[in-house]
Structures are given as C-alpha cells and as structure tokens.
C-alpha cells in the first residue's frame, strides 16, 4: 500500500502518477528514468610508461646544465674560490647513481657498486682543491671509500648467492656493520694518532656479535625460526 507524497491519498499499486493531483510515483527503490550511466570507461586502458631513453636524456641534461651552469659562475662572476668544483662532483655522483636506475637498468649490480664507490673516491679528491690539502684524503678519505665499497660488494654477493631470506639478510647487515664501525674507528685512530685504540666500535662490534650469535641460533632451529617468523610476520 502507497500514498501520494504530495497529497497522501491512497495509489493503486500500479499507478504512476496520483489521480488526484497528477504528482508522479516513484519508488525509492527504482532509479528514476532507467538506468544510470557510469561516467566511467567500462574498458580499462593503461597510461603509456615513459620511455627509460628520454627519461635518461632528460636528467643527464638538467645534470650538465647544472654543473655548467656553476661552472660559469664560478670563472665569470665568483672568482674568489672553486666552489664549483664541489656542485660538479656532486652532479657527477649523482649521474653516476643514476646509471642503473634510469640509462642502464642492465648493469650488474657489482659494476654499479663499483662505479658509485669511484666517483665518491673522485668527488673527495675534487675537494682537496678546495681546502688546499691532501694527506687526508690519502690517509682517510680514500681508505673509508675503499672500506664501504668493498662491505657493500660482499654484502651484495651474500645476498644475491647465498640463501636469502629476512633472518639471513640481517646476519649479513649485522656482521658489516660491525666490521665497518671497527674499521673507521682504526683508520681515524690511525690517521689522527698513529696508533690504534679501540673505545666505540668495539661496544657497536660486541653488539653486532651477540646479535649474529642470536640469528644463527634461529637460522640453526627450525621450530625456533619458525616461531620467530609468525610473531614477526615475515
């Protein structure tokens, strides 16, 4: 039984507008008029992917205009020191990160880590013009680079040829995290003093230790792993 919404008398049931005051019916739950459309496309489509090429060229530019843009600066209008040399290596780092990710998505993962471990070696020895020294790039600089490139190889190497997993990939971080807090710490040590004594890193080494014990023990338990692995969701 329905009413008229406008002046309550009873409808027929299959009455579409009242008979007494030619209001028309509708029935909240029909859609007046049939139908509606969706305004959106029934067939999915897929935005075009830009092209890794021009994106390359695209990036290499705004890096060049950069560093040349500096350049200029630098020998026309602030003579007075070389500060450019500091925004060239930085472009020239950046392009180098650049490579795998965007120009040359191919390149082994090695070469990568070798080339960016290069030219972080290279944009140090470009600061020495600036400060007008470079025993401590020779006696630090170099060094560290040397130290955080060849960790960041034999991480990758681990994580690439050995079982992979999330227990795993923290036994490897925790061991060269380790070595590399115990090596800075030798090589400052070292350059300052001319002599090593160990004080920080051997607290951040002991750490990285008892840690490597207790994931060891996990990797060596199943049940144990197991168990780790449903508390921790992974």
């Not at 028309?24 to 459309?37: A, D, F, L, M, S």
């Not at 040399?85 to 392009?95: K, P, R, T």
């Not at 130290?147 to 997993?165: D, F, G, M």
């Amino acid at each position: 039984m329905s009413y008229c919404v406008n002046c309550g008398v009873e409808l027929d049931a299959s009455a579409k507008e009242c008979p007494l005051c030619n209001t028309p019916v509708w029935n909240p739950r029909e859609r007046p008029g049939g139908e509606e459309k969706s305004p959106f496309p029934k067939e999915k489509s897929q935005v075009e992917t830009a092209n890794r090429k021009d994106l390359g060229i695209l990036l290499s530019m705004v890096v060049l205009a950069s560093a040349v843009t500096c350049g200029v600066l630098n020998a026309l209008v602030f003579p007075q020191s070389l500060w450019s040399l500091a925004v060239i290596g930085a472009c020239a780092v950046l392009w180098v990160i650049m490579i795998p990710v965007v120009i040359y998505t191919s390149q082994p993962v090695y070469v990568s880590l070798l080339y960016d471990g290069t030219v972080v070696s290279l944009y140090l020895y470009i600061l020495t013009f600036q400060v007008g020294s470079r025993e401590w790039f020779w006696g630090l600089g170099l060094p560290i680079c040397v130290l955080v490139t060849a960790l960041a190889e034999l991480v990758t190497l681990c994580i690439r040829n050995l079982p992979r997993s999330f227990l795993t990939v923290a036994l490897y971080l925790f061991t060269a995290v380790g070595i590399l807090c115990l090596g800075l710490e030798m090589m400052i040590d070292w350059y300052l003093a001319g002599e090593i004594a160990l004080s920080w890193s051997a607290v951040v080494l002991t750490v990285c230790v008892v840690l490597d014990i207790a994931v060891i023990t996990m990797l060596s338990r199943r049940r144990l792993r197991n168990e780790v692995r449903r508390r921790l969701h992974f």
